[in-house]
């Protein structure tokens, strides 16, 4: 068990609706990161939290939007959801933000299908 | 160029056998980072290993160990003595020191099978 908490494990909705995932970091991460993971893309970088900030957005669409909360944990709101929206997407924590051996800790994903 | 390169195709060792998993990387960071993640079927994400790019020797952590020639830019991951529960898809990443150093980048994977 990683100590990352990501819920819920399955999602599924329709096209065009919205959805939250939810995502609650180790005891004493300050940095979240979102991942997506699909078949043709592999593991994408969306977004890093630091600490209640904002600090590097990847490939993360308009229609998808993060933040992360006083207490830490962070949530993923994607939006107006498309097909190609399914994945598997996790969040990930690390204590600190910018060391280059800054482990990261992934939860066990939400699995969001669009149908 | 992509950063991260992981070009075997499925890949089957013998339990018990070593193998040796390969990941090339592309930066002109001087400072950066290595490392391994298994994802067994069960989709979670587990850290296997980590080496830096002025670690001197090359990483060990149990069973895993990380083969590293800087020159040649490659961070092979050597599994010893393999076991059923290794069969997951084995990712190299890296995170660079001084650009994006907040993200870790992956290459696509490779999928490892143990035949008992």
């Known amino acids: 068990d990683s100590g990352v908490t990501q819920t819920p494990k399955h999602l599924i909705t329709a096209t065009g609706q919205r959805v939250t995932l939810r995502c609650s970091p180790r005891?004493?991460?300050?940095?979240v990161y979102w991942y997506q993971q699909s078949l043709d893309q592999g593991l994408q970088f969306l977004i890093h939290?630091?600490?209640?900030?904002?600090?590097a957005k990847g490939n993360i669409l308009e229609r998808f939007s993060a933040q992360q909360f006083p207490d830490l944990h962070s949530e993923l709101n994607l939006s107006s959801l498309e097909l190609g929206d399914s994945a598997l997407y996790f969040c990930?924590?690390?204590?600190?933000?910018?060391?280059?051996?800054?482990?990261?800790?992934f939860g066990s994903g939400t699995q969001l299908s669009v149908l | 160029a992509q950063k991260i390169t992981q070009t075997q195709p499925g890949m089957f060792v013998q339990e018990k056998e070593a193998v040796t998993l390969d990941c090339t990387y592309d930066?002109?960071?001087?400072?950066?980072?290595l490392f391994w993640y298994k994802q067994p079927s069960s989709g979670e994400m587990i850290f296997l290993i980590y080496?830096?790019?002025?670690?001197?020797q090359n990483a060990t952590e149990g069973r895993y160990s990380l083969n590293f020639q800087k020159a040649r830019k490659s961070a092979n991951l050597v599994i010893s003595a393999s076991q059923l529960g290794d069969s997951a898809m084995y990712f190299c990443?890296?995170?660079?020191?001084?650009?994006?150093?907040?993200?870790?980048?992956f290459g696509k994977g490779i999928t490892l099978s143990v035949r008992p």
């Open positions: 990930a924590s690390s204590v600190g933000q910018i060391a280059t051996n800054e482990k990261l800790f």
């Open positions: 005891s004493g991460d300050l940095s």
């Open positions: 939290y630091y600490n209640g900030e904002e600090r």
């Open positions: 930066t002109s960071d001087p400072s950066y980072g």
């Open positions: 080496q830096g790019s002025y670690d001197q």
């Open positions: 990443a890296m995170r660079e020191g001084q650009v994006d150093n907040s993200k870790l980048t």
